[in-house]
Structure formats: C-alpha cells, structure tokens
C-alpha cells in the first residue's frame, strides 16, 4: 500500500468528516439494517395513524411481555409496562437495576403526521358529485395532495355510545378517494399562480361519491346517497361526524426506493420512521442499568399543545407515578434524566442545495443524525442541547461503533422549526434531537436510507443500556 502523505496522516487525525455508510460498513451491518427495514415497512403499512400506530404498538409490547402500568404497583427491575393515553399516545417502560432517584433515559417520538382531517360538517354534493371538506393537520404543500389515491381513517362516537372505527382505501378490492385537479389544457391561469397559492385550503375537498339515489326529485340525491351508504354499512347518520376524528392519508404503500433498494418511499417517515426504532429498542433492551421509557406521543405536528401532545402533563404524571412507587419525588427522577428527542431531520436534497448549509446538513446514508438545536431565526423557540450533553452521546456513539452525523434544520433564515425537546429539556430533563434524515419531508412519499433507519435504532438501544 502507498504511504500516506503529510497531509493525509494530519486530516485523519484531526480533520472531521462523515462517513458515508454505504462504502463502508460491512456487508453483514447492511444485511442487518435491511432485514430491520423489512419489519419497519409492514409497521408502517399498517400504522398510518396515531391511533393505528399506538394499536400496533401495544400488540408488538405485549409480544414482547409488556403489561399495562398499575398505579401504585411496585415494580422490580426487568419489568416491562405501558400506559395509552387516550388511544394516541403510549408510553412503554422498562424498570432498570438502579433507583429511580438516578432519572430515567427517555427516548421520544411522534406518530401523527401531516394529513387530510375531515371537518366537523363533511359531506356536501355540488353539481351532482359528492364531497368531504378537509381541514389540514399539519405542515403540508397543498399542491402535492391533489390527484394522488387516499384512503380514510378514523373513529366516530355515535349518538348512543357507540364507537365506530373506519379504515378504507388498504385493502386490494377497497375503494379510495381522491382531490381533482384541473387538466393542463385549461390550467394556463392557475400555472401563472404562486405553489402556495394555487390551491387554496378550501379547495382540498375529497370526491366521494357520482352516483344518486333511485328517485329523480329532490336535491343532493347523490349526497343523499353516500349517506345512505354509511348508514347501511356503519350505522350512522350524518350529525355523527360532528363527533368524529376522520383522517385521508396517502393510500400508498411502503416500497423500496432505487435499483439497489437503499432507501424507503413511503407516507409518514416523519416520525414513524424514528417511532418503530425506538418501540423497537425498548422492545429489545433487556435489564438496563436506568429505566428505560419510550414514549410514542401524539400532536407534535400542530405543535405538541393538547392532553395527547407532549406540551402537556402526561409524560410528566407517569415520571411522577413511577417516583410515588418508591417514595420518590417526582422532579428530583426529571432533573436526573436524560432525553433522546427522536425526530427526523432535512435530508440535504441537491435539487434544492440553495435551501441547506453544505458543511451543517445531514445526508442519507451517513447514519443517525444529532441536531443540537433546532428553532428558527436566531434559534427562537429552540431548547439548545449543553455542550457537555452532546459530549456524552458522541461519545457513547462512537464507542459503540454507530454511524452517525451532526445537522442542522436548512440554512440560516431559510425557514425553521421545531421538535418535542424543548417541552422535554423544559422539565430540566438533559435533551438532545436525534433522528433519521428524511428526503420530501411532510410530502405524500418521503424517503429515507435503510441504513439511517437501523442506526437510530442502534442509538435508542445503546442510550437505554449506557
Ligand atoms: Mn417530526
Ligand atoms: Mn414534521
């Protein structure tokens, strides 16, 4: 082999550069973060909702011995518990070997993302085509939610106590829905539109239904019969979607993305895509020194507020219940913990280098990603991970051999936003984001690298054991 120069011998000492992991991890490493990924894709298949994926959850947990958390229970170390929270958020722990008193190593993500949310009054008929109108949940580009197959989600709570749950558009023979655009041959006004502008929130309206009811007087025959519909196949009546929670989610399913199958294409990524590794890690992590707790929570993507949102008191009442089973005050268990806010991060797109900081991006395929802070402008609204925190977690990365990389949300001024770590870091837990990089992001199909995905859930696995 050819000695190495100067220069080489000094940039491997002291330079700092990321590695891609797809030319240097073993085949083996690789085997292993694309077997992972196969059971990722069926979770997210059949996760496509908060709800769905605190249903999925629980079943996996109590494959894997998890029972539901009793108050004033004492629990020994090696126990596994979890606690819903309303059927959208879930919190699984796994009692350590040391007391409480020395905190907790949580590992936090969401499982909503951004979609379609029916409106409390839905279903109207114009020109003899029946219509849902939507109200959108989260941060979304209108434009891409048009002309592409959506399926529906949900729950409705009837008159006299009944809960129906729905969920059309994943099976093969289902029906689905649809939001019609305009062809090209008429669209010369609205291409002249700003993309955020050209379709307006009033627009996203979901075709239902063309056909009407046997009888030709009266108006909205065609409404009248998507009713109709719902009440022979459900049982409801129209006044029940007043009290319902009723989702449109992209139909499509997880697929492997590019000749060499590296990546994933599916609805969701975000946060889903850091959700199942770290159920997964709470999963496997067996008699971890701290206890470990893995919270799957609700609302992030309206900004956390709301009894199922991390903004409020729940994860913080079961920290408390955990510390009354040991005589514990509930603050001192916060103060001693320690946080992986797990959620994903912009994937550097050269289609769009104008938007990201070459040097500060994260890349697929270069492993999990640790975002010191997050926010917008001059870090607003960022809870700043400690220099002494960051030290601590690089270190136990590095030492356990995971890929992994540092980035920053796009450039400076580009834009911004934010996690579930500053409602975290805010009950003076240590904080710090880490996740997968994410390509489309908030898009109908995100993309992500198979190998990110493994990685992230290396990291949530070695956090809860170090
Ligand atoms: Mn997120
Ligand atoms: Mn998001």
Known sequence: MKEKTYAEQLREELAYTPKNGSGTLTADEIKRADDFCEDYKNFINTAKTEREAVEEAVKLAEIAGFVPFEKGKVYKAGDRVYRVNRGKAIILAVMGSRPLNEGVRLAIAHIDSPRLDLKPNPLYENDELAYFKTHYYGGIKKYQWTTIPLSMHGVICMNNGDKVEICI???DDDPQFCITDILPHLGTEQSKK????????????????????NDEKGNDLVKLNVLKMLHDKYGIVESDFLSAEIEFVPAAKARDVGFDRSMIGAYGHDDRVCAYPALMAA????APEHTAVTVLTDKEETGSDGNTGLNSAYMKYFIYDLADMHGLNGRDVLTASQCLSADVNAAYDP???DVYEKRNSCYLNKGVCITKYTGSRGKGGTSDASAEYMGRIRALLDRKHILWQIGELGKVDAGGGGTVAKYVSNLDVETVDMGVPVLSMHSPWEVVSKIDVYMAYRAFYEFFLD
Not at 283 to 286: D, E, M, R, S
């Open 169 to 171: 558009g994943e099976e």
């Open 351 to 353: 289609m769009f280098a």
């Open 283 to 286: 999963l496997t992590c067996n």
């Open 194 to 213: 700003p993309l955020g502008t050209a379709i307006p929130a009033e627009n996203l309206n979901i075709l239902v239904g063309s056909r009407q009811i």
